[in-house]
């Protein structure tokens, strides 16, 4: 996980949802969101914008370790959303997702949820263990990103197409993303 970025992301506010006018249907859409929800309760066919509404939610409850563990399965469903989405100007999907969630959160509630991502999601830890076995219980996601792919430009085209990288591996992919944005099996 990019300590680091999170950091840099929640001190200075970016506000990246100025930063792209996409009005494309399905742009940053949540089918299906979640209340507050212990990650077991998320299924495959949560997207990100599903998981980071649970995760205000949890945030408005002070319930900081269950919304740390909805934003690691949200970074890892993004993250994968990244490899299998064409248009790179869609993958900013995620970052105006988080964005959305933490503008409306003071100080004091930003740094208690990168407290509990410090403590849930430590490199080589057992929480981040746990958390690492219950993202791949629920599996790969089986959704279809359109939250992302209706984020980038090529929405705005007829290109034909679904927007997806062909001969995509999906199984693989998963392991790179939890591997990459969480560090799991390190």
């Not at 494309?24 to 495959?44: F, H, I, M, Q, Y």
């Not at 319930?63 to 890892?76: E, H, P, S």
């Amino acid at each position: 996980m990019k300590i680091f970025f999170i950091t840099l992301f929640l001190s200075f506010g970016i506000n990246l949802s100025n930063a792209q006018n996409n009005n494309a249907p399905g742009n940053l859409e949540s089918p299906k969101p979640l209340a507050c929800v212990r990650l077991s309760d998320v299924t495959n066919e949560n997207n990100p914008a599903d998981i980071f509404s649970g995760m205000r939610e949890c945030m408005q409850q002070k319930d900081y370790k269950n919304a740390a563990r909805l934003f690691a399965i949200a970074g890892v469903y993004g993250t994968y959303d990244s490899f299998r989405v064409k248009d790179k100007t869609a993958h900013q999907a995620m970052l105006v997702l988080q964005q959305s969630i933490f503008f409306d959160f003071s100080d004091e509630e930003q740094n208690s949820l990168m407290s509990h991502l410090e403590k849930e999601l430590e490199r080589g830890s057992s929480n981040l263990n746990e958390v690492c076995q219950s993202i791949r219980k629920i599996g790969a996601p089986k959704y279809f990103p359109k939250y992302m792919v209706q984020h980038g430009i090529q929405a705005f085209s007829d290109n034909g197409g679904n927007g997806l990288v062909e001969n995509f591996d999906s199984q693989k992919s998963f392991e790179l993303a939890l591997k990459e944005y969480l560090h799991c099996g390190e």
